[in-house]
């Protein structure tokens, strides 16, 4: 059956990687995004060129609620069900515990727990007439803080445990799983080669995985795993067998 997936952040990186492989199997893709609209124009003209009508985008702020909402209602009008949530849009930055502000908080929270949650919650009905999944785009740091990341940290933690509770209150009718990438894509900001390679010598398979493996990831836990929820399934190369 062709699905219908809505993907957020799906412009760039991890989510682009899973709206490909998606719509190469056939499902209707929502691209959602919020800064990169020539990024998330070019994967749409792509998409439909190679299947006509078959991606749509649309721009919405997820820290602002009526943006969300309104992506919500756009959802619904569109398609009037769903089969796929893949909560993948993430803000990423660091910051000292000392200079942490409230800002950062909001930010942070909002984008990768706040937002995810919410979504969830507007769309219930719409998966549950599919009998449908979320699928949460968590980090293997979630586990185990990253340093000067504390606030990201806490957050993927609780996207974690969201995916967790949530699989309770949703079952029997919409399946609630994560994926957590481990050494995948290099910030964008600048990091030093030295670091980079610290990172990889942690690695069990010693390189960095492709965005690609977790696209693959997503793809199971959509069409594979009808039997499982509240799992999250970590994509690190055995990252996380190091301390």
Request: with cysteine.
């Amino acid at each position: 059956m062709e699905k219908k997936v809505l993907i957020t952040g799906a412009s760039k990186r991890i989510g682009a990687a899973c709206a490909r492989m998606l719509h190469a199997e056939g499902c209707q893709v929502f691209l959602h995004y919020r800064h990169s609209e020539q990024s998330a124009l070019d994967l749409f003209n792509e998409l439909n060129h190679k299947r006509a009508n078959s991606a749509w985008m649309m721009q919405a702020d997820l820290l602002n609620m009526d943006d969300l909402l309104r992506l919500a209602e756009e959802i619904e009008l569109k398609w009037g069900a769903l089969d796929v949530l893949d909560n993948n849009a993430s803000t990423f930055y660091p910051q000292l515990l000392e200079e942490v502000t409230e800002q950062d908080w909001d930010i942070l929270l909002g984008s990768n727990l706040k937002a995810p949650f919410f979504l969830v919650k507007q769309l219930a009905p719409l998966l549950k007439q599919n009998k449908g999944c979320v699928v949460n785009i968590i980090d293997i740091h979630a586990e185990r803080g990253l340093k000067d990341y504390p606030v990201y940290s806490i957050a993927k933690a609780g996207l974690a445990g969201m995916t967790k509770v949530l699989a309770k209150e949703l079952g029997p009718d919409i399946r609630v799983n994560g994926v957590s990438p481990g050494a995948m894509l290099w910030p964008e900001a600048e990091m030093s080669g030295q670091i980079k390679s610290e990172i990889i010598q942690r690695v069990a398979l010693k390189r960095t995985g492709q965005k690609e493996d977790i696209a693959k990831a997503v793809r199971f836990l959509i069409n594979d795993a009808e039997y499982v929820t509240g799992q999250i399934i970590s994509v690190d190369g055995g990252r996380t067998l190091f301390c």
